[in-house]
């Protein structure tokens, strides 16, 4: 059944290019999990092709006041890196036997809903493999259980701390079968024993001070049991390059027939790779 929320909206207050986009985003916000978890500071125009994004170098510095001499004038710096927006995604899903004049309401609020699920998971996937791909994988390939679980997550905490980034600025992101394992260990908070603070997409509970997610999009052939990310040193930024629209098709093919269409460009980054580490286990060689 369509959301009827969904379909109220379509007639709310803006062109409609602008309400479908938001409602597009919406769902795709609604769908995806590691874009909320990514850093999204940015300087300049995505559609441009890129952006300038924050890398902090050094904490500003604390000292004790005198009130005769006053306080050394201290500076810290964050550099700006180039984010290239080189990433493309489209819906043009066909809608036969209507122009876009006479699309009906609950069809265009079906398509909606379908291309903002779907750009999600396709987001996702993507910011999953970025992750998987250049974060640091951590030497410790021993399979996972209910009473190691903890332990490890802990450990590669301290040495990330060690790298400067702090508990709150850590994210701890799980396949469904380590999800499984952390429902069997005592250490594991869950969501609902946390109350409404923490009612969101994906986030399932606590453990060692770390928000876990849980998703589906981790691909089963990577091995990964989790990845701990942050919200400093991944970087995704994105925008409409062509805001979501029901329009007639006009390609000689198509009689009577009109498409949603819409483009979305994006960038992604990780400035320090050491920054994320991936867990994974050994690979099992078949037939064993």
């Known amino acids: ?6 379909q ?10 602008e309400r479908y986009s938001n409602l597009v985003l919406a769902k795709l916000r609604k769908t995806t999990i590691f874009a909320k978890l990514f850093n999204n500071r940015y300087e300049g125009t995505p559609t441009a092709g890129a952006v300038k994004i924050p890398v902090r170098d050094t904490e500003v510095t604390v000292g004790k006041y ?5 306080g050394e004038l201290t500076h810290s710096t964050t550099t700006y890196e180039t ?4 990433q493309d995604i489209y819906v043009n899903e066909l809608i036969d036997g209507y122009d876009a004049a006479s699309v009906p ?13 779907s750009m999600g998971i396709t987001t996702d996937s993507d910011l999953i493999n970025l992750l998987v791909e250049k974060g640091t994988v951590s030497a410790d390939t021993t399979a996972l259980t209910k009473d190691t679980i903890y332990e490890s ?21 799980v396949p469904n079968e380590t999800y499984a394992l952390l429902l069997k260990c005592p250490e594991f908070v869950r969501a609902t024993e946390l109350g409404d603070k923490v009612v969101k997409e994906g986030l399932v509970g606590r453990i060692n001070g770390l928000d ?9 052939a990577a091995n990964v049991e989790y990845i701990i990310g942050n919200t400093v040193f991944c970087h995704y ?33 990780i400035t320090r790779p050491t920054t994320v580490t991936v867990r994974k286990r050994a690979s099992v060689a078949q037939g064993e």
Do not use: C
Request: glycine residues 6%; aromatic residues 6%; proline residues 4%.
């Open 83 to 86: 984010l290239t927006i080189d």
């Open 237 to 269: 930024v994105a925008e409409w390059m062509v805001p979501v629209k029901v329009n007639d098709l006009r390609d000689a093919k198509h009689i009577g027939a009109s498409a949603v269409q819409g483009r979305r460009v994006y960038g992604r980054k």
């Open 212 to 220: 876990v997610y849980e998703t589906n999009n981790i691909p089963d």
């Open 153 to 173: 997550v802990v450990d590669e905490v301290v040495a990330l701390k060690k790298k400067g980034l702090k508990p709150a600025e850590l994210w701890l992101a």
């Open 1 to 6: 059944m369509i959301n009827r929320e969904l």
């Open 105 to 117: 309401d609950s069809l265009v609020a079906d398509r909606l809903d379908s291309a903002g699920y």
């Open 66 to 70: 005198n009130k005769v001499t006053g």
């Open 8 to 17: 109220l909206q379509l007639f709310a207050g803006h062109e409609p290019q």
